[in-house]
């Protein structure tokens, strides 16, 4: 996930709205902290800058799995596709966000001390029942109420968490109206996107950020929904992402894809829009085989377009609508529509963004042979440019 990024609309599907609950009020510090940050970003940063994504990192499992706060923005992102024993099929999209005030000063002693605020994102898709749902949860990093740990994964907003379990991960987020509880259980080693894990956004400046997926693991637990409790499996996508300017002058947002192959490999894709409409040359890819080995995409080695459009009865934003996706060295055709036309979110404070991150079916071919598959899209900056956020 670039951000922690398809769809033919149906018409059993495309009218149908999301259920948004609202997130909870925020506190009046928490407020006033982002104000701060925002307006006054000298009062609010400590004198000593926040450290940049630089060529050359060697990153060490489990513990880069955890915090970095010498970085500005970190997200960890889990998308995955679910199924109960009666056949019931799901979507879903988890996200923590970390983004500090300022770095941690190792001086400061007061449990009051505040540098970091957490946001989460839990949507759900329901295509059998066209319904898509998100809770939202917000706290600030201090009196141990949000957090995240830099030795491990473990990051928390009061009650959601997500954590180490041996050689996986625990998610934990929603509630029984619309909640999750997974162990996720890699079934690849972490792929280092970029160059060995450094991802450059731009061609032209120094936007970067420290980017690496697992692209398949396996899921089981449970999804609450409605008062019900449903014991669902099925395949998760891991995305953990840290920098602290990931966006360069002119983009106004991106287009990020996730694909999962029955075959058992994966797509990682993202493409870069400038403000006159282009693709950043620095827009990129990853191939994932199915022993876990990488090959790096550059923007000449695939194509990505878009066949249709889709408006948002809620925001008004047109966002694509469906794409063919053509990666020549490796023989793959692919088709991705959507499994519900409107996977929107709108999201509350801090972050007030509007972005489409939804589930979609994959069709298409490797050579010859007939290739079906699952994944993710992300879109970003069709309801009101990315620029300056990022």
Not at 122 to 136: K, M, N, Q, S, Y
Not at 151 to 157: E, K, M, P, S, T
Not at 307 to 332: D, N, R, T
Request: charged fraction near 20%; include cysteine; glycine fraction near 12%.
């Amino acid at each position: 996930m670039i951000f922690t990024f398809c769809f033919l609309l149906s018409p059993k599907t495309g009218n149908r709205k999301p259920e948004v609950v609202p997130n909870p009020k925020m506190t009046l510090p928490i407020l006033l902290f982002s104000l701060v940050a925002a307006l006054f970003p000298s009062a609010a940063g400590a004198a000593e800058p926040f450290a940049n994504p630089q060529p050359g990192r060697i990153f060490k499992f489990p513990a880069d799995h955890g915090a970095h706060p010498d970085f500005k923005t970190e997200w960890w992102y889990w998308v995955g596709h679910l199924k109960s024993p009666e056949g019931e099929a799901f979507g879903y999209q988890i996200t923590f966000f970390r983004t500090a005030l300022r770095r941690p000063d190792p001086r400061a002693r007061s449990a009051w001390s505040l540098n970091t605020v957490y946001f989460a994102h839990l949507a759900v898709t329901d295509p059998a029942r066209g319904r898509f749902r998100l809770r939202e949860k917000v706290g600030r990093g201090a009196l141990g109420l949000s957090g995240a740990t830099a030795d491990r994964l473990q990051v928390w907003i009061d009650d959601w968490q997500a954590r180490q379990a041996g050689e996986g991960f625990h998610l934990q987020a929603g509630d029984q109206g619309l909640g999750l509880d997974l162990v996720l259980t890699p079934l690849k080693p972490p792929a280092l996107h970029g160059e060995g894990g450094f991802s450059p956004k731009a061609a032209h400046n120094e936007a970067a950020s420290y980017y690496y997926s697992i692209p398949r693991l396996d899921s089981l637990g449970h999804l609450f929904l409605d008062g019900r409790t449903l014991e669902v499996s099925g395949a998760g996508w891991m995305d953990h992402e840290f920098f602290s300017s990931s966006m360069a002058p002119g983009q106004v947002g991106w287009d990020w894809f996730a694909i999962q192959l029955e075959d058992g490999e994966e797509v990682m894709l993202y493409l870069l829009r400038l403000r006159d409409g282009s693709l950043d040359p620095a827009s990129a890819g990853t191939l994932v085989d199915h022993q876990g080995q990488t090959r790096h995409l550059k923007l000449a080695d695939f194509q990505v377009k878009a066949s249709g459009v889709w408006k948002s009865p809620h925001s008004g934003a047109e966002y694509p609508a469906g794409w063919q996706v053509l990666i020549p060295g490796a023989g793959l055709e692919l088709t991705l529509t959507p499994t519900l036309a409107d996977q929107e979110i709108r999201a509350g404070v801090p972050a007030r963004v509007t972005y489409w991150e939804g589930q979609v079916q994959v069709q298409g071919r490797a050579g010859p042979r007939p290739l079906n598959g699952m994944g993710y899209v992300e879109l970003t900056g069709y309801a009101g440019a990315m620029e300056g956020r990022f």
